[in-house]
């Protein structure tokens, strides 16, 4: 028959076991280790592993970490620290709630087993540590004994392993984090670091100065000979209005001038007869004069249905088929005559993006036809209002002439220019439209 191992030997091995556990354990790992292995050498419902200095509970059972506000631990706090003020509190004992206040004891049943055991954790500098054990039955001699042992291990370990948590002093700390900090620095330098204001608006290339053609007179258009962006001359003839109203206006008033001279001249046969007839002579001059000169305006007039360029360019206007048959008035703009090689470039910077631009700021404009290829222009002009674009976008029309090497755009391409203001902080570029909500918000 094999015979049984000796259960006291068994204790002590498992003492032995332990003791190893708690050196080899990492320091955040031990406060757990005492609480919950314990248990293998003896017994209890509840281990606790109160700081007394600190009075603070480091570990308990059955938890990872226990909430100090939870109703448990704002119990056993009082319940501990009145027990540290006893005699016995300096030694292993045994206590219950016969050693308490009555409020204290009041709640025990509640909270606690019957019994509860003391066992403090000396150290070579003064031990700060106290291990209390909860369990219903009361504790035997043999098992304080080897819980002694076991307190001194405990002890010693959590004073060994406090004494590795040296302090690092901050020249250590700032050495050893030393590339971070160099990082961190240069991005917050960067931050202040100044740089122009830069924004983006809509922009079209528009003539410069260009020769507006208008409406000679009420009328309606009746044809154009020109197309759009087509080169013109000087004296081409561009487009003409209706003449059927005015060539009737000139055939009645030819009609009439004609039947005045007539009169005038008969009249002036009879004076050689008739000297009193002489008087009505000068009305009747008078009469083939005005008819004379109203024909000659409708003349001129119909002169005028035909408009020619004055100038040499280019033809800047619309579709021709949204103008025929439409009736225009005198002094309405029908198309323009532009010089190619002297152009603009119109920007509409709406409201909300607006920053600080002064004449000669640079400006890239980006054409929808070749972005990779950004020209060079300089501010020229600058709206001091804003007025709604045909998008509804309440926004300035700055202009903006393109600097001299530049390849110039074709008339009317389009694009996105990028304007370049005044150099400011990158900090406050970054937080400007930030910046600028809060200020809509706050009191300030």
């Given at each position: 028959m094999t015979e049984l191992p000796d259960p006291r030997l068994i204790r002590l091995t498992l003492l032995l076991q332990l003791e190893s556990r708690a050196r080899l354990a990492p320091a955040a790992e031990l406060p757990y280790v005492i609480v919950n292995e314990t248990s293998e050498l003896l017994p209890y419902r509840q281990a606790i592993l109160w700081n007394k200095?600190?009075?603070?509970?480091?570990?308990?059972?059955?938890?990872?970490?226990?909430?100090?506000?939870?109703?448990?631990?704002?119990?056993?706090?009082?319940?501990?620290?009145h027990f540290s003020?006893?005699?016995?509190?300096?030694?292993?004992?045994?206590?219950?709630?016969?050693?308490?206040?009555?409020?204290?004891?009041?709640?025990?049943?509640?909270?606690?087993?019957?019994?509860?055991?003391?066992?403090?954790?000396?150290?070579?500098?003064?031990?700060?540590?106290?291990?209390?054990?909860?369990?219903?039955?009361?504790?035997?001699?043999?098992?304080?004994?080897?819980?002694?042992?076991?307190?001194?291990?405990y002890g010693y370990t959590l004073a060994l392993s406090e004494a590795n948590?040296?302090?690092?002093?901050?020249?250590?700390?700032?050495?050893?984090?030393?590339?971070?900090?160099?990082?961190?620095?240069?991005?917050?330098?960067?931050?202040?670091?100044?740089i122009h204001q830069s924004v983006l608006a809509e922009a079209e290339v528009v003539p410069h100065q260009p020769n507006l053609v208008r409406a000679p007179l009420e009328g309606v258009v009746e044809n154009f000979y020109v197309l759009p962006n087509e080169s013109v001359s000087a004296g081409q003839k561009l487009f003409s209005l209706d003449k059927a109203q005015l060539q009737s206006r000139l055939n009645v008033a030819e009609e009439t001038r004609d039947i005045a001279q007539t009169e005038y001249l008969q009249m002036t046969?009879?004076?050689?007869?008739?000297?009193?007839?002489?008087?009505?002579?000068?009305?009747?001059?008078?009469?083939?004069?005005?008819?004379?000169?109203?024909?000659?305006y409708v003349h001129t007039l119909l002169e005028r249905c035909e408009v020619v360029a004055n100038q040499s360019g280019v033809a800047v206007f619309d579709d021709p088929n949204d103008w025929l048959g439409r009736p225009v008035t005198q002094g309405e703009k029908i198309l323009a005559i532009a010089n190619p090689q002297t152009i603009d470039l119109e920007i509409r910077l709406?409201?909300?993006?607006?920053?600080?631009?002064?004449?000669?700021?640079?400006?890239?404009?980006?054409?929808?036809?070749?972005?990779?290829?950004?020209?060079?222009?300089?501010?020229?002009?600058?709206?001091?209002?804003?007025?709604?674009?045909?998008?509804?976008?309440?926004?300035?029309?700055?202009?903006?002439?393109?600097?001299?090497?530049s390849e110039l755009p074709r008339l009317g391409y389009h694009g996105i220019a990028k304007l370049y203001g005044t150099r400011?902080?990158?900090?406050?570029?970054?937080?400007?439209?930030?910046?600028?909500?809060?200020?809509?918000?706050?009191?300030w």
């Open positions: 200095a600190s009075n603070t509970i480091n570990a308990a059972s059955g938890v990872v970490s226990l909430e100090k506000n939870s109703p448990y631990a704002l119990w056993l706090l009082p319940v501990l620290k003020n006893d005699i016995r509190a300096d030694n292993i004992a045994e206590f219950s709630a016969k050693d308490l206040a009555e409020e204290l004891a009041h709640d025990w049943p509640s909270w606690a087993p019957e019994y509860a055991l003391w066992l403090p954790l000396p150290a070579p500098s003064g031990g700060t540590y106290v291990l209390v054990l909860f369990r219903e039955t009361s504790w035997h001699e043999a098992e304080l004994h080897l819980l002694a042992y076991l307190g001194e291990a948590q040296t302090k690092v002093s901050w020249q250590t700390h700032v050495k050893g984090h030393r590339r971070g900090f160099i990082v961190g620095g240069l991005l917050l330098a960067a931050t202040f670091f100044p046969q009879q004076a050689l007869l008739d000297p009193t007839v002489k008087a009505k002579l000068a009305g009747l001059k008078s009469k083939w004069d005005q008819q004379n000169s109203e024909a000659d709406p409201m909300d993006d607006l920053i600080e631009l002064q004449a000669g700021d640079l400006v890239q404009f980006f054409s929808n036809v070749s972005p990779h290829q950004p020209l060079q222009a300089k501010l020229t002009y600058f709206s001091y209002r804003t007025s709604p674009t045909p998008a509804d976008v309440m926004a300035y029309r700055l202009k903006a002439e393109f600097t001299e090497g400011r902080p990158f900090l406050l570029w970054l937080l400007r439209k930030p910046l600028r909500t809060a200020r809509l918000w706050l009191p």
